[in-house]
């Protein structure tokens, strides 16, 4: 069996010590700030409580995603020690990064056509992305090999549940994903949206909700509907926030008491620097595995 690396971009919004501990080399997305530029590499090079201080202090931020350039570089060197590559990307409904790291394979493929170099789209984004990268590392310490895990993913990447809501429509309406009336409307009645990512990888508006703890109760309800196995769901929990880690636990909590039987609990993360830039504080992501999306 040949070896293998089972590799993802910065935007999986876990930590650097996780995804060194777990063996997974990631490629890092950049965002700017105002005349800086920073890797998105999970806060090392800037935190999260920066960027949303800058934000808020009226700095534009602006995302790029991983060139051709940056995946040659990346791949090449696994390919160059003799190892297979598995990337799983971005989901291409939110950025092109998938299309990039497609055209970087099929140039280095040419190079090293004894190797086997797969780029799968995720259909994901920050901790959701994570948790699918979880699920594979855990299978790939179970001894699948890069072929089984391929066909895995392929198949089975619609049953992670992405279900995000926000307190906070100000960078909603900045990105003009909010109209500035329905935004100011919004933020003056307390509307907090709640959304998911539906089943071509891309953001869509689902509820309005009034109220922090109706949206935390309906993003329960929801879960609860689509979850695998309803309440005997044993698999792992991920939530990612955005400068809120208060609401984050508070729905953590209601989780935690719906569904005893989850593995290892509710893990919280930051949403990092990328997903952040779009997003600003005030944005709690829930991720789960449940039913495969269908709209």
């Known amino acids: 069996m040949s070896e293998f690396v089972l590799t993802c971009c910065s935007t999986v919004d876990l930590t650097n010590e996780y995804l060194k501990e777990r063996n997974i080399p990631y490629v890092s997305f950049h965002v700017q700030l105002g005349e800086d530029t920073y890797a998105d590499d999970m806060g090392l090079s800037i935190s999260q409580e920066e960027l949303f201080k800058r934000m808020l202090d009226g700095e534009d931020a602006k995302t790029s995603q991983v060139t051709v350039q940056q995946y040659l570089d990346f791949f090449k060197g696994f390919l160059e020690e003799g190892k297979d590559v598995l990337h799983i990307a971005l989901s291409s409904g939110i950025s092109g990064t998938y299309n990039s790291a497609c055209v970087a394979a099929q140039e280095l493929k040419e190079e090293y056509p004894d190797r086997k170099l797969y780029v799968v789209d995720s259909y994901a984004a920050s901790a959701g992305f994570g948790l699918v990268i979880d699920t594979l590392a855990d299978m790939r310490d179970n001894g699948a090999d890069i072929e089984e895990l391929k066909s895995w993913i392929e198949t089975n990447k619609k049953r992670m549940h992405h279900w995000f809501f926000t307190t906070d429509l ?126």
């Open 170 to 295: 100000t960078f909603f309406i900045k990105g003009g994903r909010v109209s500035k009336t329905s935004g100011f409307v919004g933020n003056l009645l307390g509307i907090c949206p709640l959304l998911n990512v539906d089943c071509e990888g891309k953001l869509a508006p689902r509820e309005k909700i009034r109220g922090k703890k109706k949206v935390i109760k309906r993003t329960l309800e929801v879960m609860l509907e689509h979850v695998q196995d309803g309440k005997d769901y044993s698999g792992k929990c991920f939530i990612s926030q955005a400068g809120c880690f208060d609401d984050a636990r508070a729905l953590a909590d209601k989780i935690e008491e719906a569904l005893p039987k989850l593995n290892g609990g509710v893990q919280i993360y930051e949403i990092g620097a990328t997903i952040g830039c779009h997003t600003g504080p005030g944005t709690v992501a829930l991720f789960f595995w449940g039913d495969e999306r269908v709209d």
